[in-house]
């Protein structure tokens, strides 16, 4: 049993405890960030040392797959996010639901945000996207429609296929019974789930939903310069930063085009000189729209099996259909590098087996775009190119990193393709 002697004494001391624990830790802005927005940016640039030393030339990577969503898409969920809430489209903690359709990795971004702003989440994807990014998307909670009538629709754009009230038709039946806002449009959905009101003027339809205050917001990111802006105040920047301005070239590929375009006028704007080229891998419209002035060349298209579809395995990049992002990026593309599949594939598994980097398949793409315009270029030293590594490998497990899947698609799996490259003239 206790004394009372002791039982003052233990007292006092929990006291002193719970006084010293209590003690609000004074957080060093520079060491501590708040929440897992604070994760968002300020990546690291990473010397592709295998690359760099074979070419003579700096490749330079920015290491998005370092975000906490794991991606590059984090910091356009976020300024999406931002925006929409500034703006009074979204409020936080009021049961909100915010609606995408993406591949995934801009699905996952907004579900990250939106689990600590207190959304939810509704995600409308292709049916073939690779699986690991349903499981993480709903491991983060987002509801997932993988059901698209023509289910490539969100991934590349058929012209005929993704305008934009085909997708948010789609997701009808999530949106009821939320007032659903864009930056480009709002609506109402009405309580007959079937049916729904655009805005042509974009002012808002009806006045509120049965519930009243929930309210749905679609990111559209494809459409939304919140997009370009958030590369334009961050991804510039700060390889504007880290580079000390000696950069020369930015090379990137395009799904929205948000990457391209922010990155690349931010660093036009403070050196015009700075040449700005896309990675575009096969099918997409891209190169023929940099090349020709075209998006879709009925020569090469003919002969695919279905024509102006992006029938690659590398997710993320590539898009036929002009978005507001891509044609904020046009004026500033000085050129463009077709990269197939085969090519992707060996690049990744170049950088694996020299530099312990395990990457993306559009992170393959843009690297092999960087060797592409050095040899096309004939740079041997003196020059710094700075690319994207938009995700890591463990988002491609069930597709670009499943040799068997590869096998079955026809795809070779063959390093030699690199070491060829690189040692040609
Ligand atoms: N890589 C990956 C893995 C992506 O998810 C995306 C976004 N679709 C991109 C690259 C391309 O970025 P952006 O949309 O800015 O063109």
Redesign the pocket.
């Known amino acids: 049993s206790t004394s009372f002697a002791q039982y003052l004494q233990q007292r006092k001391l929990k006291r002193q405890i719970s006084k010293f624990t209590a003690r609000p830790i004074e957080l060093r802005s520079d060491e501590v960030v708040r929440g897992v927005a604070g994760l968002i940016g300020n990546t690291p640039l990473v010397r592709i040392n295998s690359l760099s030393d074979a070419l003579g030339v700096e490749i330079l990577g920015k290491a998005e797959f370092l975000n906490p969503g794991g991606?590059?898409?984090d910091r356009?969920a976020l300024q999406m996010i931002d925006d929409a809430e500034r703006r009074g489209l979204l409020r936080p903690h009021t049961g909100s639901r915010i609606f995408e359709g993406?591949?995934?990795?801009?699905g996952i971004s907004i579900a990250t945000i939106a689990r600590a702003r207190g959304y939810d989440t509704t995600i409308i994807m292709p049916d073939d996207v690779a699986a690991e990014k349903v499981k993480a998307l709903e491991a983060l909670g987002a509801e997932v429609e993988r059901n698209l009538a023509r289910q490539r629709a969100a991934k590349f754009g058929e012209p005929d296929s993704i305008d934009k009230s085909d997708l948010t038709c789609k997701t009808h039946q999530h949106l009821h019974p939320y007032t659903f806002e864009s930056p480009s449009q709002s609506m109402l959905v009405t309580s007959a789930p079937q049916h729904l009101e655009f805005d042509s003027d974009g002012s808002e339809v009806g006045s509120g939903s049965e519930q009243g205050e929930q309210r749905g917001f679609f990111a559209d990111?494809f459409e939304n310069k919140s997009?370009f802006d958030a590369?334009f105040a961050g991804t510039g920047p700060e390889i504007w930063r880290q580079t000390s301005g000696r950069v020369d070239t930015f090379v990137?590929?395009?799904?929205?085009?948000?990457?391209?375009a922010g990155t690349g006028q931010y660093l036009k704007s403070m050196n015009e000189d700075i040449y700005v080229a896309i990675a575009d891998p096969e099918g997409s419209g891209l190169y023929n729209k940099v090349k020709y002035g075209v998006m879709f060349d009925r020569k090469e298209s003919e002969g695919t099996k279905r024509r102006h579809q992006v029938d690659t395995v590398v997710?993320?990049?590539g898009i036929n259909r002009l978005t507001q992002?891509i044609e904020l990026a046009l004026p500033i593309l000085d050129d463009a590098f077709r990269i197939t599949d085969a090519e992707a594939v060996a690049m990744s598994r170049y950088l694996v087996k020299h530099d312990g980097l395990f990457l993306?398949?559009?992170?393959a793409c843009n690297l092999m775009a960087c060797v592409k315009l050095v040899k096309q270029k004939g740079w041997t030293e003196g020059k710094t190119i700075v690319t994207?590594l938009?995700?890591s490998g463990t988002?491609h497990y069930s597709k670009f990193w499943n040799d068997d899947y590869l096998r079955k698609a026809e795809i070779p799996i063959d390093i030699q393709i690199i070491e060829d490259l690189l040692a040609s003239p």
């Not at 993406?102 to 801009?106: A, E, F, I, L, M």
């Not at 990137?252 to 391209?260: E, I, N, R, S, Y």
């Not at 993306?360 to 992170?363: A, C, F, L, P, T």
């Open positions: 991606s590059v898409k356009v993406t591949v995934g990795s801009t990111q997009n590369h990137a590929g395009a799904g929205t085009g948000g990457t391209v997710e993320g990049i992002n993306g398949s559009s992170s994207i938009c995700d988002r």
